[in-house]
């Protein structure tokens, strides 16, 4: 089964190849077809961003289409930012400015835990949708530390090696990773359909 991967990010897709292909799955980027489209990200879950993003991409292609919608969520502060983790300080929203507000909002908080999430939603041709989620609990740091990976990883601490996700290599990050999970999960889904 050929699936169009609804990612322009090349470690993404590499995972996403890395686990699946070996399932007689061909992974297909959207550089690869020229077809590439914007979607809104106005869904209140992960789920339903995935799945916008999935069906919206296969209506545009007409292939399986495979999205992923992640981030992360704090126990001290509700479960934000959720599903506006790349957003959360605002439009012109960046990595450095969605930790600072991050931290600024965890000031004197105990309770420091947290987990990234991922949820991936496969649009079939056949008009079928599958999700399958992730999880990776961990803990907020009092400050950034390390100079790998994106997002919050400098201030997401691994509990078993006591690392941020960004002093953590890709591969020993993609080991335990919210959408390694989930892909995992996607897998075992496969199998049964």
Known sequence: ???????????????????LEDEDLIIISPDETGIIINVLEDGHTFEENAIKKAVALRNASGMNVLADDSGLCVDALG????????????ADATDEKNIL???????????????????????????HIV????????????????????GYDPVFLDPESRLTFAELSQEEKNKISHRRKALEELKVILKGL
């Open 101 to 127: 507000k991050l931290l600024r909002l965890m000031e004197g908080k105990k309770d420091r835990r947290a987990k990234f999430v991922c949820v991936l939603a496969l649009a079939l041709t056949d008009g």
């Open 1 to 19: 089964m050929k699936i169009l991967a609804a990612t322009g990010n090349k470690g993404k897709l590499r995972e996403i190849r890395e686990i």
């Open 79 to 90: 479960g934000m930012p959720g599903v506006i983790s790349a957003r959360f300080s605002g």
């Open 131 to 150: 999700t399958a989620g992730g999880e990776c609990p961990g803990v907020i740091t009092a400050c950034p530390v390390g100079t790998g990976g994106f």
